[in-house]
Structures are given as structure tokens and as C-alpha cells.
């Protein structure tokens, strides 16, 4: 199993740029979630689902969007790339509410 | 308030010390309690979940302390390998169902 793959890896954006960010798992888990990282700050939930067709925001919602139209994949987008949005961002699913979270490697975002 | 603190360190032992680092939550609904372990550039990988009665696994012992929402992990006879930060994962029920949050971490860095 490979269990949370992340693509791309690495990507370098120029501001008002759009992109989508791919989380695969193969865990057949129903939760999925999207945090970034940033020096200082630790891990920040950005949106969140808890099963297929359903998303939810977290924490820093604004200048993401996502879709959950399989229950295998998590879709990030960013519409409008903008210097703030330069960050590591993982991927993370879970079976259930009360289990713990697997993560994929992270996508190093830099964006000038 | 913060809703997951911890002591961000650095911490630095030498091998074989014991160590042992706190964790303060919030919000008193929170329902499960993990301890992740991520190392420089990587993912986070779970160390251990914390349960009520406490756990232990080899060198590693997590305590929960609902009265006083605080979470505890020791590590013992620490290892150069060891070195990491240790991030503290409250999952809380509610209105931000099935959400995870972390904790900004505590650096350990073991010396020989």
C-alpha cells in the first residue's frame, strides 16, 4: 500500500497563478484533510472532509478551495497564488473520528 | 487562547536522559489525544495515541490528565535517534467535527 501520496512534490508559482494540489489514499479512509506548515506557526488546517462529496473549512480557509468528489482523493486548489501561500502543505487521512491521521510527504509551495 | 500549547524548546539532553514534555489543550470536549513525531523537512508519523489509563510503548510513556487537560509523553534512556519535534494532536468534537489540531511542537535534540 502506499497509503497518502502527495503531488506534485515541489512547485514554484508566480503570483495570480492557479494550481491543484493531489492527495491520493489507499486506505479506503472517509476523513481527509489539507494543513500547511509554516515556521513558527505549526500545522494549520486549511479544509477538511469527513466522506466522499462532503468538504468543510478549517482554520485558514481563504485562498483555497477543495473537492472531495472521490472518497480516495482530496483536491487543493489555489485560484490566485499569492506570496502567503508559499508554505509546506500536507495531506492527511483517517479512518474515523477517533483515529489517529496518516500523511503524505508534503508539497513544498513556493510562490513569487 | 491557543486551543493545543506546548513548550516549543529546544530541548537538548545528552543519551540516555530522560525527558519528558507537556501539553495543554482547551477546549474540554476534546476526545482523543495523539503524540506525532516529525523529523527536519519530513511528514508527521505517529508516535503513540494517549488513552485515559495511560500507555507505554518501549521507552515511551503518554499520560492523559482530563481534570487538568494536559498530555504528557516521557521518553526514556533517550537515543540519538530520538531527535525530532514532538507535536501534540487534540482531535475536538462539535462544531469542527473530526478536526485535528496540533500543537506547535517541542524540539528535542539528543547529544552524545
Known amino acids: 500500500n502506499a497509503g497518502v501520496t502527495q503531488t506534485p512534490k515541489f512547485r514554484v508559482l508566480k503570483t495570480g497563478q492557479s494550481m491543484t494540489l493531489l492527495c491520493a489514499q489507499d486506505?479506503?479512509?472517509?476523513?481527509m484533510y489539507w494543513y500547511r506548515q509554516d515556521p513558527g506557526m505549526g500545522l494549520r488546517l486549511i479544509h477538511y472532509?469527513?466522506?466522499?462529496?462532503?468538504?468543510a473549512k478549517g482554520e485558514v480557509p481563504d485562498g483555497y478551495n477543495v473537492s472531495r468528489l472521490k472518497k480516495q482523493n482530496f483536491l487543493l486548489g489555489l485560484e490566485s497564488a499569492a506570496p502567503s501561500q508559499t508554505s509546506v502543505y500536507f495531506c492527511?487521512?483517517?479512518?474515523?473520528?477517533?483515529?489517529?491521521?496518516?500523511f503524505g510527504q508534503g508539497t513544498r509551495l513556493t510562490v513569487v | 487562547r491557543k486551543e493545543v500549547e506546548q513548550d516549543p524548546g529546544p530541548f537538548n539532553v545528552p543519551e540516555g536522559a530522560t525527558v519528558a514534555f507537556n501539553c495543554t489543550y482547551s477546549?474540554?470536549?476534546?476526545?482523543?489525544f495523539f503524540w506525532y513525531r516529525q523529523d527536519c523537512r519530513k511528514e508527521p508519523k505517529l508516535l503513540m495515541s494517549?488513552?485515559?489509563s495511560g500507555n507505554e510503548d518501549g521507552r515511551f510513556t503518554a499520560q492523559l490528565n482530563r481534570a487538568s487537560q494536559y498530555i504528557s509523553l516521557l521518553i526514556r534512556d533517550s537515543k540519538l535517534s530520538d531527535s525530532a519535534t514532538y507535536l501534540c494532536?487534540?482531535?475536538?468534537?462539535?462544531?469542527?467535527?473530526?478536526?485535528?489540531?496540533f500543537g506547535k511542537g517541542t524540539k528535542l535534540s539528543v547529544k552524545p
Open positions: 492527511a487521512s483517517s479512518f474515523g473520528g477517533h483515529t489517529e491521521a496518516f
Open positions: 477546549n474540554s470536549a476534546s476526545q482523543s
Open positions: 494532536v487534540v482531535k475536538f468534537y462539535g462544531g469542527s467535527q473530526g478536526n485535528l489540531i
Open positions: 494517549v488513552y485515559s
Open positions: 472532509s469527513v466522506g466522499e462529496g462532503t468538504t
Open positions: 486506505m479506503n479512509h472517509e476523513y
